[in-house]
């Protein structure tokens, strides 16, 4: 019985990453880049950080998608004019900003 608790207190901590909504941006940013050089600026940083990333290319955006093997992908979108961070993390920004985040704000 005393393993369970542990056991329970694990699982709900892993499955509250999961109940926030993924519509809703962890952070918007405002920015004067276009996408594509916004995209440019924030790519080395996350690669100098040995974060998998994935881009996309619409039209309007970019998308960068960097893997987690824990919790679910974070996402950064860049817009003309502005960026949507989407993080879930299952700590994210407890303990300050992730690499992402702080990548995300450096090429504003």
């Known amino acids: 019985m005393k393993i369970l608790t542990p056991l329970a207190l694990v699982a709900f901590v892993l499955l509250s990453g999961c109940a926030s909504t993924p519509n809703d941006p962890t952070l918007t940013l405002q920015t004067k880049k276009a996408p594509e050089e916004y995209a440019e600026c924030v790519l080395p940083k996350l690669h100098e950080g040995a974060l998998h990333t994935t881009v996309s290319e619409t039209q309007r955006s970019y998308r960068i998608v960097v893997s987690s093997k824990v919790a679910a992908d974070d996402v950064l979108e860049a817009y003309k004019g502005k960026v949507f961070l989407y993080e879930r993390a299952l700590l994210?920004?407890?303990?300050?900003?992730?690499?992402?985040?702080?990548?995300?704000?450096?090429?504003l």
């Not at 994210?92 to 090429?107: D, K, N, V």
């Open 92 to 107: 994210a920004s407890t303990f300050g900003p992730s690499r992402l985040e702080r990548a995300a704000q450096e090429c």
